[in-house]
């Protein structure tokens, strides 16, 4: 049985940082990747890699503030959130993939839970 388990998530002030972690379980993945939804908005894309890390995708919003990592011998994938701005705030999930990393939210396969990050002003 195939499992995304998300940890890492809380709450900082803006300016901090953050590091998400998510595990997956029962299969290998090519592409691992991060989508958040804020209260009373639709999921969105935050970034994803391949399992070489030869592909690496960022939305605009976070690009140069988030780097995306993954430890394929924990079969693990990270995302480290730095400067940290109150408009982060919103539900992680981690999803994966057999293909090749996309934006696109409905080419994954697989979903974690969900890990909370709030980032208060």
């Known amino acids: 049985q195939v499992q995304l388990v998300e940890s890492g998530g809380g709450s900082v002030q803006a300016g901090g940082s953050l590091r998400l972690s998510c595990t997956a379980s029962?299969?290998?993945?090519?592409?691992m990747g991060w989508f958040r939804q804020a209260p009373g908005k639709e999921r969105e894309f935050v970034a994803a890699?391949?399992?070489?890390?030869?592909?690496?995708y960022y939305a605009n919003s976070v690009r140069g503030r988030f780097t995306v990592s993954r430890d394929n011998a924990k079969n693990t994938v990270y995302l480290q959130m730095n400067s940290l701005k109150p408009e982060d705030t919103a539900v992680y999930y981690c999803?994966?993939?057999?293909?090749?990393?996309?934006?696109?939210?409905?080419?994954?396969?697989?979903w974690g839970q969900g890990t909370q990050v709030t980032i208060s002003s």
């Open positions: 999803a994966a993939r057999y293909g090749s990393p996309t934006i696109l939210e409905n080419m994954y396969e697989y």
């Open positions: 890699i391949a399992r070489n890390g030869g592909s690496i």
């Open positions: 029962g299969r290998t993945f090519n592409a």
